[in-house]
């Protein structure tokens, strides 16, 4: 016998626990939350550096890897995805970015409206703590902390600022502010040394409620159907359980379990259902179509001063470091590795930001090995510094292998597809070796390490570009909003185009790429998703 509830919420990650404490606060209605992974409860998840502990730790991560990629000279490549309470938002680098205003905008030019950037900042605001205060760009007082990391960055990350305002760039202390163009330090998730993960932030008040059920290690098989509605859920907890919503099923399990589940349920492209003999029940090509990602290339070059590669490969320093952890919560395990960033325009005519830097005041190689940790510090005082643009145009897609729910899907990225992601990519390279001549970086520098002087033509950069890019682990937009049921998965209020009681609401569903990262955004998407769900409910009480 299977139990029932008003809503069934599946993903406990960075969408799921937003909307399973939205949906939860008025006490009306009873949710089931049901989550692959276990819990959130590790140091290696709260303490902020530990997410290269993290990386490739089977317990609490999906550790996904795509196809063989052409745009990359045939590399496959290593997606990490949340499995644990708070999903990606457990195992991320914690910088939160928003986007730009266009970027909204252009949502709302496509039809979809309440979704331009005037519409989504009030749940921006209503997510955030934000260490500044409110204003007309900021909120208090919510759940998620946004915190600076002034006192806690390396000299070198200064340095980079101080470049950057030498090469022509505007400093900007807030990228989350009026405008994003410029060079600066990030904010990051992080509350008093602890991650703020949207399990810590959101779910935690929640499951004191007594109308919130979770459910961790339920692994999703199917949601089940009835005269073209969605019923219940199928998952496998030690045996195969059922449960039924009086309400709505929301699908909030990412951009790559929300459409793997769609498929294996019958919803999604018909020839692909078929080859894989699964009844159509919904036919919606665009399923898994769609998929986008940003890609960076990392460039390392070696310091004629101290970095963290010396710091960390020093067991007293590690000691110490962690001891004052310990103690106050504070130091560099206390932060991400992405300390300084910058939104810049390379080239002229542009009008708005197109690439993202990321700096870091330390250098390593990753091990793609099953055991390895993400950071291997290289033996010489090194720092990193990443070109990512923002708004990619290559697509990609995901696909069932089987029918078997606990087969990982085919993933195709279709990276540097286009000539104008090579282009992109390529001024990319360029500014960041132009920002490295800038005064304040280059009496910093003994030499290009990697790929180091002689990979200048644009042939061996492009060359280079494809061997190493690798991604920023932003995919987005399987599950696409949209008005034609042709091209897009769900509707402006996310429920999936010709099924009652369905709806997506996570990463999934971005129409476009937004300009940066993309947690922040996934989190205001469940925030206002929450607020469409309950004021649909109040209608259909009317």
């Known amino acids: 016998m299977s139990e029932e509830y008003d809503y069934i919420i599946v993903g406990a990650g960075s969408a799921g626990c937003v909307l399973a404490n939205r949906l939860t606060e008025n006490g009306r209605y009873s949710i089931l939350l049901l989550e692959a992974g276990g819990t959130d409860r590790r140091p290696w998840v709260q303490i902020p550096i530990g997410y290269s502990k993290t990386f490739f730790d089977a317990a609490v991560n999906w550790k996904y890897t795509t196809e063989a990629d052409p745009g990359l000279n045939g590399k496959t490549v290593y997606w990490p995805r949340g499995k644990v309470l708070g999903g990606s938002s457990s195992i ?31 749940y921006f605001k209503k997510s955030e703590d934000n260490i500044r205060g409110a204003d007309a760009y900021h909120g208090r007082g919510g759940p998620l902390a946004v915190s600076d990391i002034g006192a806690e960055v390396h000299p070198l990350t200064r340095a980079f600022v101080k470049a950057g305002v030498e090469a022509g760039v505007p400093r900007n202390d807030d990228f989350n502010g009026p405008s994003q163009e410029g060079i600066g330090l990030y904010q990051l998730n992080i509350r008093k040394g602890i991650r703020s993960n949207t399990a810590n932030a959101f779910l935690r008040p929640a499951l004191r409620r007594p ?20 019923v219940g859920v199928a998952y496998k907890k030690g045996e195969l359980h059922e449960a039924r919503a009086r309400r709505e099923v929301i699908l909030a399990a990412g951009s790559i379990n929300s459409p793997q589940l769609l498929q294996l349920s019958g919803i999604g492209p018909a020839g692909l259902l078929g080859r894989h003999g699964i009844a159509v029940q919904a036919d919606l090509p665009a399923v898994g179509q769609n998929l986008m990602d940003h890609l960076y290339v990392s460039y390392i070059w070696r310091a004629n001063q101290k970095t963290l590669n010396d710091s960390f490969r020093s067991n007293a320093f590690k000691a110490m470091a962690g001891l004052r952890y310990l103690t106050t919560r504070r130091g560099p395990l206390s932060i991400s590795i992405n300390q300084g960033g910058a939104f810049v325009r390379t080239r002229p005519g542009l009008d708005r930001p197109n690439m993202q830097l990321y700096f870091v005041p330390m250098s390593f190689g990753a091990d793609s090995s099953a055991d390895a940790e993400l950071l291997n510090f290289h033996d010489f005082p090194g720092f990193i510094m990443s070109a990512s643009p923002c708004r990619p145009t290559s697509r990609g897609k995901l696909e069932i292998r089987s029918a078997d729910p606990f087969a990982p899907p085919s993933i195709m990225p279709n990276y540097l597809s286009t000539e104008a992601d090579v282009d992109e990519m390529l001024e990319g390279v360029a500014f960041l070796r132009s920002l490295a001549k800038a005064p304040s970086l280059a009496t910093a520098i003994v030499e290009e390490v990697t790929p180091g002087r002689r990979v200048t033509s644009r042939e061996d950069v492009l060359r280079d570009c494809r061997d190493r890019a690798n991604t920023t682990f932003h995919p987005i937009s399987t599950c696409t909003m949209g008005t034609d049921p042709r091209t897009s998965v769900v509707d402006a209020r996310l429920r999936v185009h010709g099924l009652a009681g369905l709806r997506v609401v996570d990463a999934s569903v971005m129409p476009d790429m937004i300009s940066g990262n993309t947690n922040a955004p996934t989190i205001m998407i469940a925030e206002k998703g929450a607020d469409l769900i309950l004021a649909d409910a109040i209608r259909r009480n009317a």
């Open 92 to 122: 991320n680098a914690m910088v939160y970015i928003r986007g730009q205003r266009e970027d909204y905008d252009g949502w709302a030019a496509k039809g979809l409206t309440g979704w331009g950037f005037d519409d989504v900042l009030p």
């Open 211 to 230: 109308n919130l059920r979770l459910i961790t290690g339920a692994h999703m098989t199917r949601i089940l159907l009835q005269d073209g509605r969605a």
